[in-house]
T-cell receptor
Framework: DTAVSQTPKYLVTQMGNDKSIKCEQN?????MYWYKQDSKKFLKIMFS???????INETVPNRFSPKSPDKAHLNLHINSLELGDSAVYFC???????????FGPGTRLTVL | QKEVEQNSGPLSVPEGAIASLNCTYS??????FFWYRQYSGKSPELIMS????GDKEDGRFTAQLNKASQYVSLLIRDSQPSDSATYLC??????????FGAGTRLTVKP
């Protein structure tokens, strides 16, 4: 009964490649998020979607593009990967704004 | 500027002691406050949420909020070695915008 799931768990790729990370939640939540946690463990919000509408778009390179086909899914596509993109990416969801967020297991991305 | 400040630690307490974790935030308009626990290599796990001034208790955990001082804290009573983790303070600003502190690493020594 996984609440928030992400695939893949690990992703190792070469610089310049394009990759996607998928996220699904079965909690019935209407808001989903992408976070990046760097090597210093700092967790930073990247995007937030509410009912498939983009709410937050932090200052991230436009190589990162989120896509929400429905309320239960939020995918992250990354073009032209760079060394600095190496991090753990977490998906999260909440029932509505101001409510608690629940995190997926994370995807560890390594760019070589 | 939406800042959340935490003492990065590490904080070390003996088993059975009270661990006290502190957090300050910059925006007076913040309405929701959370404490997450993150074990090494794992995802953040929600421990407590607090929305109004005062104390909120849940088992061995007590969250304290003082909006006038822009301060939120977490007390862990009867600390156990299994409480050893990084504790993240999170503050919700407008429009689902959650900001995290850098985390405080707690070690509980047997």
């Amino acid at each position: 009964d996984t609440a928030v799931s992400q695939t893949p768990k690990y992703l190792v790729t070469q610089m310049g490649n394009d990759k996607s990370i998928k996220c699904e939640q079965n909690l019935g939540h209407d808001t989903m998020y992408w976070y990046k946690q760097d090597s210093k463990k700092f967790l930073k919000i990247m995007f937030s979607y509410n009912n498939k509408e983009l709410i937050i778009n932090e200052t991230v390179p436009n190589r990162f593009s989120p896509k929400s086909p429905d309320k239960a899914h939020l995918n992250l596509h990354i073009n032209s990967l760079e060394l600095g993109d190496s991090a753990v990416y977490f998906c999260a969801s909440s029932l509505r704004q101001y409510n608690e967020q629940f995190f997926g297991p994370g995807t560890r991305l390594t760019v070589l | 500027q939406k800042e959340v400040e935490q003492n990065s630690g590490p904080l070390s307490v003996p088993e059975g002691a009270i661990a006290s974790l502190n957090c300050t935030y910059s925006d007076r308009g913040s309405q929701s406050f959370f404490w997450y626990r993150q074990y090494s290599g794992k995802s953040p796990e929600l421990i407590m949420s607090i929305y109004s001034n005062g104390d909120k208790e849940d088992g061995r955990f007590t969250a304290q909020l003082n909006k006038a001082s822009q301060y939120v804290s977490l007390l862990i009573r009867d600390s156990q070695p299994s409480d050893s983790a990084t504790y993240l303070c999170a503050v919700m600003y407008n429009n689902n915008d959650m900001r995290f502190g850098a985390g405080t690493r707690l070690t509980v020594k047997p």
